[in-house]
């Protein structure tokens, strides 16, 4: 007897500790705890963080535009073309050409361009070398002079900017509200839970009581009490598995807001370590709207389209007027036997070159 006691005892164990083994794991959370994982793993909050760094990006690209290009190129040419004046001497000619230049557009439209070139020439009469440094100036002043294409789209870029901020502003709100409505949905269904467990012990009581009643005769048996205690039973048992598959549900709501390895968090149960309960709060109205049309994201975006929207009516009424421009230029020449000569005259600075003037350009409508 001892041995079969024994042996009842360890089965016994062995069930128990494979119940437990089988059991899902938990994990106790707080609400802060599920924002924090939200704020870090949330797909949308993580693709909505990437957009204010490609508008960054964009803005960056517009003020390059103000940065200057430079060029420089150099070419060697041999020219023969043949017999000349009827005869059968050709002169050949060898022209080394050296050309550079750096230019760009300012803040304030005004184009500017530093260029440089030097060339040497050489045939059966002699080497010969020439050249000019100088610079070119256009200033805008009607057309493109307080507002021009480059201008335009870089207060387009910080527009952008900004209402990529706020896009983000507003899926975090939108994603910390979700997470609090899924986590107080994961307390109402575990409780709710309880509360079905506890009613179908009470009908399977009922119905046990009932049941051994009607054995030992201590109450008369009337037709259909078993029927409505096991109808009882039954009901109750479903109203279980349905919140059952409402907390199994909610509890998927609130994985999927703060995790992207759902694998992990498979068959993990979050147990909630807050409860229900409402904190009083007060709010004054006016102090609520005013907040509201400062910070709201989706106002605050409504109100940089719209200054879009005036930037790009002022960039279009500017283009309709004509274009007048200054010009101006200036430099130094040079000229000389070889490549060298040109270059020693421009640090002399006395064969200059300046002009002045102006254009009107207007399109007939």
Same mark, same amino acid.
Request: proline share 3%; aromatic share 8%.
């Given at each position: 007897?001892?041995?079969?006691?024994?042996?009842?005892?360890?089965?016994?164990?062995?069930?128990?500790?494979?119940?437990?083994?089988?059991?899902?794991?938990?994990?106790?959370?707080?609400?802060?705890?599920?924002?924090?994982?939200?704020?870090?793993?949330?797909?949308?909050?993580?693709?909505?963080?990437?957009?204010?760094?490609?508008?960054?990006?964009?803005?960056?690209?517009?003020?390059?535009?103000?940065?200057?290009?430079?060029?420089?190129?150099?070419?060697?040419?041999?020219?023969?073309?043949?017999?000349?004046?009827?005869?059968?001497?050709?002169?050949?000619?060898?022209?080394?050409?050296?050309?550079?230049?750096?230019?760009?557009?300012?803040? /304030?439209?005004?184009?500017?361009?530093?260029?440089?070139?030097?060339?040497? @020439?050489?045939?059966?009469?002699?080497?010969?070398?020439?050249?000019?440094?100088?610079?070119?100036?256009?200033?805008?002043?009607?057309?493109?002079? /307080?507002?021009?294409?480059?201008?335009?789209?870089?207060?387009?870029?910080?527009?952008?900017?900004?209402?990529?901020?706020?896009?983000?502003?507003?899926?975090?709100?939108? @994603?910390?509200?979700?997470?609090?409505?899924?986590?107080?949905?994961?307390?109402?269904?575990?409780?709710?839970?309880? &509360?079905?467990?506890?009613?179908?012990?009470?009908?399977?009581?009922?119905? $046990?009581?009932?049941?051994?009643?009607?054995?030992?005769?201590?109450?008369?048996?009337?037709?259909?009490?078993?029927?409505?205690?096991?109808?009882?039973?039954?009901?109750?048992?479903?109203?279980?598995?349905?919140?059952?598959?409402?907390?199994?549900?909610?509890?998927?709501?609130?994985?999927?807001?703060?995790?992207? $390895?759902?694998?992990? /968090?498979?068959?993990?149960?979050?147990?909630?370590?807050?409860?229900?309960?409402?904190?009083?709060?007060?709010?004054?109205?006016? $102090?609520? /709207?005013?907040?509201?049309?400062?910070?709201?994201?989706?106002?605050?975006?409504?109100?940089?389209?719209?200054?879009?929207?005036?930037?790009?009516?002022?960039?279009?009424?500017?283009?309709?007027?004509?274009?007048?421009?200054?010009?101006?230029?200036?430099?130094?020449?040079?000229?000389?036997?070889?490549?060298?000569?040109?270059?020693?005259?421009?640090? @002399? &600075?006395?064969?200059?070159?300046?002009?002045?003037?102006?254009?009107?350009?207007?399109?007939? @409508?």
């Amino acid at each position: 007897m001892k041995i079969i006691g024994a042996s009842f005892f360890l089965a016994g164990f062995v069930s128990a500790a494979v119940a437990q083994t089988n059991a899902p794991a938990t994990r106790a959370m707080s609400l802060q705890d599920c924002i924090a994982e939200a704020l870090k793993h949330n797909f949308d909050v993580r693709v909505e963080r990437y957009e204010p760094l490609k508008a960054q990006l964009g803005l960056d690209a517009a003020y390059a535009s103000y940065d200057p290009t430079f060029s420089l190129s150099g070419t060697h040419t041999h020219n023969n073309p043949g017999g000349v004046y009827g005869t059968n001497i050709a002169i050949i000619t060898e022209v080394n050409n050296f050309n550079s230049s750096l230019g760009s557009v300012t803040p /304030w439209g005004m184009t500017y361009n530093v260029s440089g070139n030097v060339s040497d @020439t050489s045939d059966m009469f002699g080497e010969s070398s020439g050249g000019q440094v100088g610079v070119n100036l256009k200033q805008p002043l009607l057309k493109n002079l /307080w507002i021009d294409s480059t201008r335009l789209s870089i207060i387009a870029a910080k527009s952008q900017l900004k209402q990529s901020e706020q896009g983000l502003r507003q899926q975090l709100i939108t @994603t910390v509200t979700a997470v609090e409505n899924a986590y107080y949905e994961v307390i109402y269904a575990r409780e709710n839970q309880k &509360v079905e467990q506890e009613a179908l012990d009470l009908a399977q009581t009922q119905l $046990d009581q009932d049941r051994q009643r009607v054995q030992i005769g201590s109450v008369a048996e009337r037709a259909g009490t078993i029927e409505q205690d096991q109808a009882q039973v039954a009901q109750s048992r479903a109203n279980l598995i349905a919140a059952q598959f409402t907390l199994a549900s909610d509890e998927n709501t609130l994985k999927s807001l703060i995790t992207d $390895d759902y694998v992990q /968090w498979h068959d993990l149960d979050i147990v909630p370590a807050e409860t229900l309960e409402a904190v009083r709060q007060l709010f004054d109205v006016q $102090d609520s /709207w005013s907040k509201g049309l400062v910070a709201r994201p989706d106002l605050v975006q409504a109100k940089l389209t719209l200054e879009q929207q005036g930037i790009q009516l002022k960039y279009d009424h500017n283009q309709l007027f004509p274009e007048i421009d200054l010009l101006a230029s200036y430099g130094y020449n040079g000229a000389g036997r070889n490549l060298n000569d040109p270059l020693g005259q421009y640090a @002399t &600075v006395n064969r200059p070159f300046w002009s002045y003037g102006g254009q009107l350009d207007r399109k007939s @409508t």
